[in-house]
């Protein structure tokens, strides 16, 4: 008994153990994400983007519905009802004042055959209406594309702040052992120590910043990909682009010209324009005469409807249920024209009110035009000052890098004090810092020009 106790013991410990081992490696192993990756998975789960194409799905069932009522409308019933007391049995035709089961079926149909052609224009309205909200799905997805690959190149951004800051610790922390072995001998002054010491602090606020602003761009990247904030993982920096073979000889015009025809904003704000105008023709259509037709067919059954089977004597007897719904059929048609009179003015209020709106999408879509446009000269400006900042801090940098070796050669040989070597280190930590964030800005600056022309964000 003990030895089973001890078997199954160890199992469990075992299990437990195996358990929290798997746990830990996984822990430990951050899931590697390209841009690419990062930008399909958004796309497949993009809540914006799920509640965008149900909107698609709905539009595509109000065009089968105004397909469906052009179709004539057939309905059909059945009664049955027992009554006590006095009454007129209607199918009998008599007045009886005892129990009747009394039955009935009928069906009948109805065909509108003219209604201002409001049926046929609302159909193409719901067909509008698909496409303007298949549009708005390219749009929700257009969007997005641009929104991760923004967030992602940020993220790269702030990892190479990071490690840049990561490198001025390293390289503080180098300095202050220095200062403290030459303070013990006396050949520096506590001044000094304390000097670098403050240096060190510094670059350790500066990656806790650095730090802070990675966590932070990778959470709103996993926000953007429906990832649960829980799972670390990891970019992978693609082959970025030579930022020396970068072009931001874009002309804005011409970009405009390439854009305006496929961008999803300016379809989607098109089809509105379409969805409205049909909207008009609907609502138009109600100030026609409407003509229908239709036809009926029923029949009944009463337990008190009886037949005379001999006059003398008189002899009655009730006639069976199967005959009676056959002599009781009856069938009718109808034809009905039905034309506005008055209304109380809704049919002219509505129709006034098709037409604003009419005016609104049209204004719209040349607010959509404008908007883009001036996006499009924005960003071909913007990607000629980042190419200008680029080139300004890579030569700031360099000329702050040459002037903190200088300084620290000089303070080598005590030609140089403490408080001048920290100013220059800082002011080289800061050079690196803007020529980081200017290429990678350069980067993404000509990666919108290229988003704007239709082609895809990549940086291999």
Same mark, same amino acid.
């Given at each position: ?5 001890? $078997? ?23 899931? *590697? ?15 914006? =983007?799920?509640? &965008?194409? +149900? ?13 469906? !009522? ?22 009998? %035709?008599?007045? *009886? ?14 065909? *509108?055959?003219?209604?201002? +052609?409001? @049926? ?19 749009? *929700? ?17 702030? $990892? ?37 010491k403050s240096q060190l602090a510094t670059d350790e606020l500066s990656l806790t910043t650095a730090q802070n602003g990675y966590e932070i761009s990778v959470l709103d990247l996993k926000q953007l990909m429906e990832m649960d904030p829980k799972i670390r993982i990891e970019l992978q920096k693609p082959a970025l682009p030579n930022v020396e073979k970068l072009t931001s000889s874009y002309d804005a015009e011409s970009v405009y010209e390439s854009a305006v025809d496929d ?19 609907? !609502? ?23 037949? =005379? ?12 249920? %199967? ?7 009856? @069938? ?13 003015? @809704? ?12 005016? !609104? ?24 000052? &980042? ?9 700031? +940098?360099?000329?702050?890098?040459? &002037? ?5 050669? @000089?303070?080598?040989? %005590? ?9 220059q280190q800082t002011a080289m930590n800061k050079a690196e810092f803007d020529f980081i964030q200017a290429k990678y800005d350069f980067i993404f600056r000509s990666k919108v020009i290229d988003f704007y022309l239709g082609r895809t964000i990549a940086f291999d």
């Amino acid at each position: 008994m003990n030895n089973m106790f001890l $078997h199954y013991t160890k199992t469990f410990v075992l299990s437990v153990c195996f358990s929290l081992c798997f746990v830990y490696v996984n822990a430990q192993e951050p899931k *590697v994400v390209t841009l690419q990756e990062a930008i399909k998975q958004a796309l497949d789960n993009n809540l914006q =983007v799920k509640q &965008a194409a +149900f909107q698609e799905s709905l539009s595509e069932q109000d065009v089968l519905q105004a397909k469906m !009522n052009i179709l004539p409308s057939i309905s059909s019933s059945i009664s049955s009802s027992k009554n006590w007391g006095l009454l007129f049995d209607q199918t009998a %035709g008599v007045l *009886v004042n005892s129990t009747v089961t009394s039955a009935g079926a009928s069906a009948s149909g109805n065909l *509108v055959l003219f209604s201002g +052609f409001q @049926r046929v224009n609302q159909i193409k309205m719901n067909k509008y209406q698909l496409l303007a909200d298949e549009s708005n799905v390219e749009k *929700v997805k257009n969007d997005l594309v641009l929104s991760v690959a923004t967030k992602y190149l940020e993220a790269l951004t702030n $990892h190479d702040l990071m490690v840049a800051a990561q490198q001025q610790v390293k390289l503080s922390s180098e300095q202050v052992e220095v200062q403290q072995a030459n303070y013990d001998v006396g050949n520096n002054t506590l001044a000094d120590l304390s000097q670098a010491k403050s240096q060190l602090a510094t670059d350790e606020l500066s990656l806790t910043t650095a730090q802070n602003g990675y966590e932070i761009s990778v959470l709103d990247l996993k926000q953007l990909m429906e990832m649960d904030p829980k799972i670390r993982i990891e970019l992978q920096k693609p082959a970025l682009p030579n930022v020396e073979k970068l072009t931001s000889s874009y002309d804005a015009e011409s970009v405009y010209e390439s854009a305006v025809d496929d961008y999803p904003d300016i379809i989607l704000a098109k089809f509105n324009s379409m969805v409205a105008k049909k909207n008009v023709d609907v !609502n138009r259509g109600g100030f026609y005469p409407q003509l229908s037709i239709g036809a009926g067919y029923g029949t009944n059954y009463s337990s008190q409807a009886q037949r =005379v089977v001999s006059r003398d004597p008189l002899i009655m007897e009730l006639i069976p249920f %199967g005959q009676q719904l056959d002599q009781n059929r009856n @069938r009718n048609v109808f034809a009905s024209l039905s034309i506005p009179v008055f209304d109380n003015y @809704r049919r002219t209020i509505n129709y006034r009110k098709a037409k604003i709106s009419y005016n !609104n999408a049209l204004n719209n879509e040349r607010l959509a035009k404008n908007n883009l446009n001036k996006i499009i000269n924005q960003a071909v400006l913007d990607l000629r000052a &980042a190419e200008k900042r680029y080139y300004s801090t890579e030569q700031a +940098f360099t000329s702050a890098k040459d &002037a903190f070796e200088v300084t620290k050669e @000089r303070y080598d040989v %005590g030609m140089s004090n403490a408080v001048e070597l920290a100013t220059q280190q800082t002011a080289m930590n800061k050079a690196e810092f803007d020529f980081i964030q200017a290429k990678y800005d350069f980067i993404f600056r000509s990666k919108v020009i290229d988003f704007y022309l239709g082609r895809t964000i990549a940086f291999d």
